[in-house]
């Protein structure tokens, strides 16, 4: 079964105070890697996808990076805007319904200035 | 362009009523999701449409859950007698096809059942 683990469950930073977030998974083979943003009140917001081993993607103050086993969401002097929780979801490569997404319970990010 | 659109945005009903939770997609997008996020839990999949194709119904909880898509496009999902264990914020995503796809989401539909 498809599993993600998302640490730590809450992270508080001062602005400006660079840190990371952690997405571990277990997959049958991954198809995708997926962040989303999720705004109190709203549903998910798409960030970036990641397909391979090894790959980047960067926009503005984030920085997604992958490995076999992890993701980490790296950001870079954060402002409260950036306060948000941050979701990580996994698509398998096998199995008939690839199509789904495996969640993670998310890290509530709180920036305060 | 517009986004995934949810309605309503709050529902609040007495256990063992129906409710219907709609869902209009990105203009285009062939294929459709449903998700439910319960408090302190992740997102977990409920439903999946692509096309004419028959639905995945394989993460609906129960029979008390149904969903249909009408012409390609807007979704409803049902519940039935519900239940106080439904409470949770049900959320559609649209993709333009499935496979990997980036799906994404409407603002969802909160569910208080009392």
């Known amino acids: 079964e498809d599993q993600v683990t998302q640490s730590p469950e809450a992270l508080r930073l001062q602005e400006g105070e660079s840190s990371s977030l952690n997405c571990s998974y277990t997959?049958?083979?991954?198809?995708?890697l997926f962040w989303y943003r999720q705004d109190p009140g709203k549903g998910p917001e798409f960030l970036f996808t990641?397909?391979?081993a090894g790959e980047e993607k960067e926009k503005e103050r984030l920085k997604a990076t992958l490995t076999k086993k992890e993701s980490f969401l790296h950001i870079t002097a954060p402002k409260p805007e950036d306060s948000a929780t941050y979701l990580c979801?996994?698509?398998?490569?096998?199995?008939?319904?690839?199509?789904?997404?495996?969640f993670g319970k998310g890290t509530l990010l709180t920036v305060n200035p | 362009g517009a986004g995934v659109s949810q309605s309503p945005s709050n529902k609040v009903t007495e256990k063992g009523k129906d409710v219907e939770l709609r869902c209009d997609p990105i203009?285009?997008?062939?294929?459709l999701y449903w998700y439910r996020q319960s408090l302190g839990q992740g997102l977990e999949f409920l439903i999946y449409?692509?096309?004419?194709?028959?639905?995945?119904k394989s993460g609906l909880p129960s029979d008390r859950f149904s969903a249909e898509r009408t012409g390609g496009s807007v979704s409803t999902l049902t519940i039935q007698r519900t239940q106080q264990e439904d409470s949770a914020v049900y959320l559609c995503?649209?993709?333009?096809?499935?496979?990997?796809?980036?799906?994404?989401f409407g603002p969802g539909t909160r569910l208080t059942v009392l």
């Open positions: 995503a649209s993709s333009l096809t499935g496979d990997t796809d980036t799906q994404y």
């Open positions: 997959v049958s083979g991954l198809r995708g």
């Open positions: 990641l397909y391979s």
């Open positions: 979801a996994v698509q398998a490569a096998s199995g008939g319904s690839n199509y789904k997404l495996t």
């Open positions: 203009s285009g997008h062939t294929a």
């Open positions: 449409f692509q096309g004419n194709s028959a639905p995945d």
